[in-house]
Structures are given as structure tokens and as C-alpha cells.
């Protein structure tokens, strides 16, 4: 249940994914005192659709409140973000292609404006409230409709020259492989994030596999009807094909976690997006297979895999106080 909203320190903030517009009103705590969520407008359509669901989830979370309880508004967005945190660049999954968003959402919002990437924001929620609290050196992996990614040093987001660090999910892990919305080929994301369940598991149901006889009767034979939350619904109730599907994303997992283990030995790997609900069933494989992959197994430590602590609404949580700090300079 909500908490009622106190009347000082509060930011909203809006996390914007492949299927969602989810928004909180958050406040220094962390803790979200009020949601609203849209889905998120189809890809093909024009980036003015998709601003006005921001605009709208923000004006409901506004309402009945005065503007000057909330000091800033954050936006977590799902693509490549430059480092003057308010143009997106390129996103894969929405229209976007160097739009000013912090521009044209100033023309409607009156209110200070971050723009951040969704993977930066969770994993700085992560970091201040969650799982990766008074770690040092943190990599954020997000599991959703494709695969984010974050890294923070001592607290700060390292976001790169162009700021686009940490866009894990389109480092080629396949030569020639599936294609990807980012225009390549073989992209990590193709083969642990939500999409490449779902891929998998509606390839056994049009190929009518025997195997996903039971998948097939959750959706009524319908394959177009399967996602991954069912998937892992499947999984958690003993079907063991589900569980293969599941145990063959986290594979991936491991193999792209031991890579970037490789390049930046963090200390924890903090897992999150709505792939993750999937829990031990994901993630004992991507430790599994890490363990087996790593550079210098034997001889060094190895970086923690834990799940995020703050669920779906890391993002959200954090593109809030990522703004919070930015307007207040605390």
C-alpha cells in the first residue's frame, strides 16, 4: 500500500522500457509513495506519443499535490543517453534518434529535468537502497525486453566519454547470429533477455514440439500469447521445459557476466528487470556458467551475482534521486 506523501524532499521519477512508462513519486528515502504506469507507445509511432505518456503519468502523479512539494523530475529511458543528460541519442527498442527530451519535456513540465539511461538509474537506486549498498565497484545487468547495463565506481556513474558506457546488452557474443533492433547481428541481449525467451519458447510451440505441450495449453495453442512471465510461471510449477528455456537464458548471463568481469572486476553483479523475477531458476546457471568461463578461475576473486533488491521500480527510484541530487546538490 502507498504511504501517504510527506510535503518536502520529494522527485518523481519515470522509468521508460520496451513495454512500460512507469512512474513514482519517491521520496530521500527511497521509498515510492505514489505510482501510475502506462504502456509504452508502439516503437513505429512518433516521439511526441511517447512524450505525452510521460507527460501524463507525471500530471497524475502531480495531482492533488502543490508543484513546489516535488523538486525535481527524473527520466530513466532505454537507450543511449549523451552526456549532457537530456538528449537520447539512439534507442533501440523506441523511436527516438537524437531527441531532445529534456527540451521538449521542459515545454510541459515545470519542474528541474534529468535525463538518464534506465540501467544507470537502477543501478544508482541499487547502490543508495538496495542490494549494492557501500560497494565500491558495482556492474548493474537489466533483464527485460532486451538486456541494460551500469557501472558505478565509489558511488558515481561511470557513463563514458559519449555517455554511453555500460550498453552491455549489444556487445556481439555471436558472429552472424540473431538480428538484433540495433541494426547488428549475434547481440548479447539476443540470447539472455526476455525477448530471447519468449523467442525460444514460441519457436517450440509453432513447431509443436511435444515438449511445450504444456506451454501450449496455458495459451490455448496460441503462441502469440506466451510471454516470459508465463514462462516462468510454467517453470516455477515444475515444467521442466520452461526450466530448460530459463536455464539456457542464464547461461548466457553467465557467459556475458564473466566477460565484463574480465574487462572491469567489479565486486557484485546486482541482476535486475522483470527477467530476474525469475530468481535462482536464472540465476544459479549465470553463476554456474560464470564460475566455468571466467578469466583466471582459481586464482582471483570472484564478483558476487545477487539479485536487485528493489525490483521493477529500481529505475524509477533512481532516475528520482539521480534528479533529486542534481536539483539540490545533496
Not at 537520447?88 to 539511461?117: C, K, M, T, Y
Amino acid at each position: 500500500m502507498s504511504q501517504a506523501p510527506e510535503a518536502s524532499g520529494l522527485a518523481i521519477g519515470i522509468d521508460i522500457g520496451g513495454t512500460k512508462v512507469a512512474g513514482g513519486l519517491v521520496d530521500a528515502e527511497g521509498r515510492v509513495v505514489r505510482r501510475a504506469r502506462r504502456d509504452t507507445p508502439h516503437r513505429s509511432t512518433r516521439p511526441s506519443v511517447v512524450e505525452d505518456t510521460i507527460v501524463d503519468v507525471v500530471e497524475e502523479l502531480l495531482a492533488s499535490l502543490d508543484q513546489e512539494a516535488v523538486v525535481a523530475v527524473g527520466i530513466g529511458a532505454a537507450g543511449f543517453v549523451a552526456t549532457d543528460r537530456a538528449t537520447v541519442v539512439f534507442a533501440p527498442h523506441l523511436s527516438w534518434r537524437g531527441e531532445p527530451l529534456r527540451d521538449r519535456l521542459a515545454e510541459r513540465i515545470d519542474a528541474p529535468l534529468f535525463v538518464d539511461n534506465d540501467a544507470n538509474a537502477a543501478a544508482h537506486a541499487e547502490w543508495r537502497f538496495g542490494a549494492a549498498r557501500e560497494e565500491s565497484h558495482l556492474v548493474m545487468i537489466t533483464l527485460g525486453t532486451g538486456i541494460g547495463g551500469a557501472i558505478l565506481v565509489h558511488g558515481e556513474v561511470v557513463r563514458g566519454r559519449f555517455g554511453i558506457a555500460g550498453e552491455f546488452g549489444h556487445m556481439q557474443v555471436v558472429p552472424g547470429g540473431h538480428r538484433c533492433e540495433c541494426g547488428n547481428r549475434g547481440c548479447w541481449e539476443q540470447y539472455a533477455s526476455g525477448n530471447a525467451l519468449v523467442r525460444e519458447a514460441r519457436t517450440l510451440l509453432v513447431a509443436a514440439s511435444p515438449m511445450a505441450n504444456d506451454l501450449s495449453i496455458r495459451v490455448g495453442g496460441d503462441a502469440s500469447l506466451l510471454t516470459g512471465p508465463l514462462v516462468t510461471e510454467a517453470a516455477r510449477e515444475g515444467d521442466q521445459t520452461a526450466v530448460e528455456l530459463l536455464t539456457e537464458i542464464g547461461t548466457w548471463l553467465g557467459v556475458g557476466i564473466a566477460n565484463i568481469a574480465a574487462a572491469l572486476d567489479p565486486g557484485i553483479f546486482v541482476i535486475g528487470g522483470g527477467v530476474s523475477a525469475a530468481g535462482e531458476l536464472l540465476l544459479g546457471a549465470a553463476r554456474d556458467t560464470y564460475r566455468r568461463q571466467l578469466t583466471g578461475r582459481g586464482y582471483r576473486p570472484e564478483a558476487r551475482i545477487v539479485a536487485a533488491e528493489l525490483g521493477n521500480e529500481a529505475g524509477l527510484i533512481g532516475a528520482a534521486d539521480l534528479a533529486r541530487q542534481g536539483a539540490t546538490g545533496s
